[in-house]
């Protein structure tokens, strides 16, 4: 069993910057893929960043590439995501999700465990 805790949300103006967290507790946090996604109001959750076990491997939607970066730190359990440059567009739910999982990352149904998820608003 993993639980998730994301944290850091909040309301941002545009340009500005924000670092999530996701504090997870259980067993073997090394071994899990962990992933952000996000969902907006009406849309359907979508793919934001995927750091593989060891943290050296990254995956990024396009949509953030260049803005956003994911991290991990495995002796802490926590995962990062740090929002640089942010746009009205990247306002939603954000939500971190834990498998272990080597493909398909970027398909929210391959994950077992999942965050309550934390509020991003970004004002234009």
């Known amino acids: 069993q993993v639980q998730l805790v994301e944290s850091g949300g909040g309301l941002v103006q545009a340009g500005g910057s924000l670092r999530l967290s996701c504090a997870a507790s259980g067993r073997a946090f090394s071994s899990y893929t962990m992933t952000w996604f996000r969902q907006a109001p009406g849309k359907e959750r979508e793919f934001v960043a995927a750091t593989l076990r060891s943290g050296v491997v990254t995956y990024y939607a396009d949509s953030v590439k260049g803005r956003f970066t994911i991290s991990r730190d495995n002796a802490q359990n926590t995962v990062y995501l740090q929002m640089n440059n942010l746009k009205p567009e990247d306002t939603a739910s954000y939500y971190c999700?834990?498998?272990?999982?080597?493909?398909?990352?970027?398909?929210?149904?391959?994950?077992?465990?999942w965050g309550q998820g934390t509020q991003v608003t970004v004002s234009s």
């Open positions: 999700a834990a498998g272990q999982i080597v493909a398909s990352f970027s398909s929210p149904r391959v994950y077992g465990y």
